[in-house]
């Protein structure tokens, strides 16, 4: 099996990361995408835009050391593997070093994207509830235009009859105040009734557009996690190999042994 060094591993993975949409800050803006572990030697996030900027600050410190340590101690792991003498107790301590500066690492980042996702998540709650109060109001609106037409509808039909019947022209002029009014109240339900439909309509891009955010959170929370399953599976593959260099070692046979006691010859 070819191993993979997981700092190349991490130039793949934040590549992928950094090729994201931007997120939007909690104030509804565009702003960069919040650093990623390759990102921390030029952050693309500002901590104005960032909502968690002491996390992405210290994943970020994190990764520097993982880094050094992992140039560091694999380096010395190459080359004590390339002889043939048991270093396991060398190579398993430098891996160990090496992989706990890496989970504090990715403990670190895997706290900041959490902390994202659920930031969102919360966001995502309060969309959903404030469609559903826009969809009650434009249901609320609709019923009174359509209830504020049918009165129309019933004073013209009574103005036609009394025209019909010839009443007196005081009663057709109070019904002709009262369809001005009507018709007043109707064309502002009916402006009512459309900006519900247009702050609906909004709400509804916005909600859609939040929910596709939160979705490439929680992948960049994936994939950080399947970094870590990758790398862990990369150090003991190292520790398989310094393993299987003890296995192939073998106590020196043939040599003479001592003589019997007693037997020793005089120098």
């Known amino acids: 099996m070819r191993l993979i060094h997981p700092t190349l591993r991490i130039a793949a993975l934040l590549a992928i990361l950094t090729l994201m949409p931007g997120l939007l800050s909690s104030s509804g803006q565009i702003s960069p995408t919040p650093t990623t572990p390759e990102a921390a030697v030029a952050p693309q996030a500002t901590p104005e835009s960032d909502r968690f900027p002491a996390l992405r600050e210290r994943a970020d410190s994190l990764k520097l050391q993982y880094e050094k340590s992992d ?46 996702s659920e930031k969102e998540e919360e966001r995502v709650a309060v969309s959903r509830k404030s469609l559903a109060l826009m969809e009650s109001e434009q249901q609320r609106t609709r019923e009174l235009v359509e209830s504020t037409r049918k009165d129309r509808d019933e004073l013209l039909q009574r103005k036609s009859q009394l025209e019909a019947t010839a009443k007196t022209a005081d009663i057709i002029r109070a019904l002709d105040d009262l369809l001005v009014d009507v018709r007043e109240s109707e064309a502002r339900l009916s402006q009512a009734e459309k900006r519900y439909t247009e702050i609906t309509a909004s709400v509804e891009s916005g909600r859609a557009s939040l929910t596709a955010r939160l979705v490439e959170i929680r992948q960049s929370l994936r994939r950080v996690e399947a970094y870590g399953l990758e790398a862990a599976s990369y150090y003991e593959e190292k520790r398989k190999e310094a393993q299987e260099v003890c296995d192939t070692s073998r106590p020196r046979t043939g040599s003479v042994p001592p003589a019997k006691p007693g037997r020793a010859k005089p120098r």
Request: net charge positive; proline share 0%; with cysteine.
């Open 71 to 116: 140039g560091v101690n694999m380096a010395e792991v190459d080359k004590l593997l390339r002889g043939d003498r048991c270093q396991i107790a060398r190579v398993s301590g430098l891996l160990d070093r090496t992989r706990q500066a890496f989970k504090d690492w990715y403990e670190a980042e895997h706290i900041y994207w959490k902390s994202w």
